[in-house]
């Protein structure tokens, strides 16, 4: 009889994880493949409807600051134009918790987010949907 197969250590786990994921440099290429491909999407036009443009601006006044311009992350926090915000992965009610109770560091490494009780329940809703555009001028649907 042949022995059982050893279960594998957390260590080697992470090994064959860690081993699976793309090389760095391909992860970083990719990300700024990402962000110019955002940018150009803003500044073809193709938002311009009215509650996005004031979630434009809402965005801009208090969200730019760690999520970047046009939603596209910086050093301070992540970009929301992304996979992992997906609307089937992350429902506007999401958007709303974290912005109204803060959210703990749980997809990236920027830490905890503080809640934003500037942020009216209005400009919310035109910050969202000016977001979901933006995942949606860039293929996140």
């Known amino acids: 009889m042949d022995a059982p197969p050893l279960a594998l250590g957390v260590g080697d786990r992470r090994d064959r994880v860690r081993d699976a994921l ?17 940018a150009l999407s803003c500044a073809s036009g193709s938002l311009g409807r009215p509650a996005s443009e004031s979630g434009r601006v809402a965005f801009d006044r208090s969200c730019s600051a760690c999520h970047g311009v046009h939603a596209a992350g910086s050093a301070k926090g992540p970009a929301l134009v992304h996979r992992v915000y997906h609307p089937g992965l992350h429902a506007d009610s999401a958007f709303d918790l974290a912005v109204w109770h803060g959210v703990r560091a749980h997809h990236w490494s920027f830490g905890d987010m503080p809640p934003q009780p500037e942020v009216t329940p209005t400009e ?16 996140i649907e």
């Open 22 to 38: 793309p090389p760095l440099r391909a992860r970083l290429s990719q990300r700024v493949f990402e962000r110019r491909r955002i």
């Open 124 to 139: 919310l809703a035109n910050i969202t949907r000016y977001v979901r555009e933006l995942q949606k001028a860039n293929g």
